[in-house]
């Protein structure tokens, strides 16, 4: 092995003499290039060998944040799958329980992805779902245990129902009832939502909500939930099936959320107020 050419170049080389039958000949490569050569010998050999699978991958990775030499693509890279995209939060039910796309004009039903809780959606039409029927509390589906102070994490605390309510009232019955019979939306297990269930649809202009204090900032137009899945929505208090047991005083109230702000509250259980059905996990 010997120098073939004196000539000077502006990178490094060296040069391999080989004797030919005939001639003498000289391969000159380029130092750079036999460097970028051999590494990419070495990866493609230890990518043969699945103990060195994590070397050849790191390795492929560095070729390709270089600025020299070849790209190699990992064949390690995972594809995203369609169930690790992101969901939306709501989605649009037909009264056959269809899902919906997010461009429908009619549904009847909001699915909760991040619950998996089923809501009714009011309407104004005067039938079974108007959104101005009022119920005093009681009757099918209320809860066992009351809710006493608040925890924070719009949490209340369970307790005993030492201090439960002896005024109940079957006004809602119908409406369960009917929904029931009829597989509203697909289903036959509606029923009155407890009080963190109705929590979890409030929605605030701005910040986080907290169910003791409510929304820091509500919006001036509209109550505090998704109009564009919760059409017919009043600014006003909607019953839950939990019961309240913040004091004795307490005994024949139940908990409420006024979607004016988004607040949970104990009111008295002869008090006419709104209500939505919900489906799903209990």
């Known amino acids: 092995m010997n120098a073939c050419s004196n000539t000077v170049h502006s990178y490094s080389q060296f040069c391999i003499s080989i004797n030919a039958p005939k001639s003498r000949k000289c391969l000159c490569i380029k130092t750079q290039l036999l460097a970028n050569l051999i590494v990419l010998a070495f990866i493609l050999v230890a990518q043969v060998n699945p103990a060195n699978a994590g070397d050849a991958q790191a390795k492929s990775l560095e070729l390709q944040i270089g600025v020299h030499g070849p790209r190699l693509r990992s064949d390690n890279v995972t ?54 029927f009022e119920f005093r509390w009681g009757g099918r589906g209320t809860s066992a245990f009351a809710l ?5 994490r719009n949490q209340r605390e369970p307790v005993t129902t030492e201090n439960a309510s002896t005024l109940r009232f079957s006004d809602w019955n119908h409406l369960i009832e009917l929904s029931v019979r009829d597989k509203f939306c697909g289903y036959d297990d509606w ?47 909607y019953w839950s099936s ?16 006024h979607f004016t702000n988004g607040s949970d509250l104990p009111k008295y259980g002869g008090t006419y107020l709104l209500l939505r059905l919900v489906r799903g996990p209990n």
């Open 191 to 237: 029923r009155v939502p407890d009080l963190g269930e109705l929590a979890s649809i409030v929605k605030c202009e701005v910040g986080a909500h907290d169910l003791d204090l409510g929304c820091t900032k509500t919006a001036s137009d509209g109550p505090t939930i998704d109009l564009k899945y919760f059409p017919n929505t009043n600014t006003e208090a």
């Open 148 to 152: 006493g102070k608040y925890l924070g």
């Open 79 to 132: 594809p995203i799958k369609e169930a690790q995209l992101p969901r939306a939060k709501f989605r649009k039910v037909a009264k056959s329980g269809k899902l919906l796309s997010d461009k429908a004009s009619i549904w009847s039903c909001v699915y909760d992805a991040s619950t998996g809780l089923t809501w009714e959606v009011k309407t104004q039409d005067h039938t079974l779902h108007d959104k101005g």
């Open 242 to 257: 939990s019961l309240s047991s913040l004091n004795s005083g307490a005994r024949n109230h139940a908990w409420a959320v």
